[in-house]
């Protein structure tokens, strides 16, 4: 079955520094990637997400990019603020009869 | 406003004891799912629906049970708490239409102890 990994598992960059969180799956028929943000104590929600016809999507300050050929996509967080930090998991799914499968999640640390 | 209830918010309570952790969605949602999830860790999918009378179990093993009656309640049945157990929960919900695959709706969460 998929299986999503997700790197680092905990990342702290500097204020105003950029920020990637990589994550792999291993089933090729894999056609959508979201991507969910949970601050602490609060409840995931998805922040932005690719389907496997692009390559990337921007929304601001938030990218995601997909190498189908790898297996591999991103998120890419530039000019990172303090209420960017929070856990993020990626996840990969085959369509709406199959379930999401998460990554295990990365904490994302802002530094003044 | 739509949105995804959860009750209780916290929970504590005795090994053996039999609990239900409730869940409703006025989203609109066919689509319906619990996690487990220890704070800020991994989530693990123990049970989803995909409509009335639909139910699944997710990838991780669990001593629950649920049931999907009513479209908008999914709740939760743990027949006899462990320690084991002490973990937060959470309901999520996603529209179903057609191919493609929609974005997953989270309610607060329940925090359960088990003593």
């Known amino acids: 079955g998929e299986n999503v990994e997700q790197h680092p598992s905990t990342l702290s960059v500097q204020e105003g520094d950029s920020a990637v969180i990589k994550c792999t799956y291993s089933?090729?028929?894999?056609?959508?990637f979201p991507w969910y943000k949970q601050e602490l104590g609060k409840r995931p929600q998805l922040i932005i997400d690719i389907r496997s016809n692009v390559g990337e999507k921007k929304d601001q300050r938030i990218a995601v990019t997909l190498n189908k050929t790898a297996k591999h996509f991103s998120l890419h967080i530039t000019e990172t603020q303090p209420e960017d930090s929070a856990v993020y998991f990626c996840?990969?799914?085959?369509?709406?009869?199959?379930?999401?499968?998460w990554g295990a999640g990365t904490k994302l640390i802002i530094k003044p | 406003e739509a949105d995804i209830y959860q009750t209780p918010r916290y929970l504590v309570i005795g090994t053996g004891k039999k609990i239900t952790l409730e869940c409703s969605q006025t989203?609109?949602?066919?689509?319906m799912y619990w996690y487990q999830q220890d704070p800020g860790m991994e989530l693990h999918l123990i049970h989803y629906s995909y409509g009335v009378n639909s139910t699944e179990k997710g990838d991780l093993s669990s001593e629950s049970t649920v049931s999907r009656i009513r479209t908008e309640h999914f709740p939760l049945t743990l027949e006899s708490a462990r320690p084991s157990h002490t973990s937060q929960y959470l309901c999520a919900s996603s529209a179903l239409s057609g191919s493609d695959y929609n974005e997953q709706f989270f309610g607060p969460g329940t925090r359960l102890t088990v003593l």
């Open positions: 996840a990969a799914s085959k369509g709406s009869n199959y379930q999401l499968i």
């Open positions: 989203m609109g949602h066919d689509k």
């Open positions: 089933d090729s028929a894999s056609n959508y």
